[in-house]
């Protein structure tokens, strides 16, 4: 097996970079989903509730990054001088502070969703891992659950042939996609080794409308993969529910990884119970 591809999201619910080689961190790949959207209330912002976030393209600058899309002109958004003042802001049940971007930033992204909101950055302030799925210690990104996604080619290849059409694995917005002959298989894996990166697949990833989204365009032509996934990858069981693509990860060592890289597979756990 070997690493097939890398994604970052820099602006959780914007589009991806994809990568030929990473640094993996504590809190994922680097620059990954540092930066976030929130509303006037200061409550995150993402796909589920906004898909055409997936129109947005980002690029990266050592002093910030760019923002493009469609009938928008391009802008510069400089990263927040994190001495100031932060802004206490919500995700999930998350409290944290960030840092509000420029003013301009604000604009641009409040006249592109037609709704009042805010570009935050993430800066060294503090959030961590569920109790339920981490370790002390462990940090989170603006990242969902965990810092990692990993999903393998050989499961989206399963789903697509259940489904009898195929859609493409940036409908999950993975950070590592693995090259594998065996669908599934990662339901068992628990530490991985990637070059002299090693992690920990905590938990099982479990889906949402963003999966339903045309990252090209925004657009959700109907209710798949969630349907399909639905009839053979749904689970129940205290602080999991819904429909499973992909594994959760934590860095157990941090390092550089690269797409070719091979991945090992150091020990594995029961595979969980799915209802049918």
Known sequence: MQVKSLHIYPVKAMQAIDMIEAP???????????????????????????????????RLSPAGLFLSAPEQPEIFIATPDTNSAPLPVTIWKDNVQAYPAAGE??????????????????????????????????????????????TTTA????????????????????????????????DIWHTIRIGGVELELIKPCTRCAVTTTDQETGARPDNEPLATL??????????????VFGQNAVAR???????????????????PDYLL
Request: hydrophobic letters at 40%.
């Open 253 to 271: 060592k941090t390092g550089m990884i690269k797409a070719g890289d091979t991945v090992e597979i150091l020990s594995t756990r029961p595979a």
């Open 105 to 150: 930033a604000q604009r641009w992204c409040s006249d592109f969703l037609g709704i009042p909101c805010r570009l935050v950055y993430q800066g060294d302030g503090p959030r961590a891992v569920s109790p339920a799925w981490g370790k002390p210690g462990d940090e989170n990104s603006f990242a969902d659950s965990a810092p990692l996604l990993i």
């Open 230 to 243: 639905k009839t053979f990858r749904l689970i129940r069981q205290p602080h999991l529910t819904g429909v």
């Open 24 to 58: 993996v961190e504590t809190r994922g790949l680097s620059h990954d989903r540092r930066w976030m959207l929130v509303d006037a209330n200061g409550r995150f912002i993402s796909q589920r509730e906004q898909p055409k976030l997936a129109q947005v393209k980002v």
């Open 155 to 186: 499961s989206l290849a399963g789903l697509n042939r259940r489904m009898g059409k195929t859609i493409p694995m940036d409908r999950f917005r993975p950070n590592i996609v693995i090259d594998c002959d065996e669908a599934w298989a990662e």
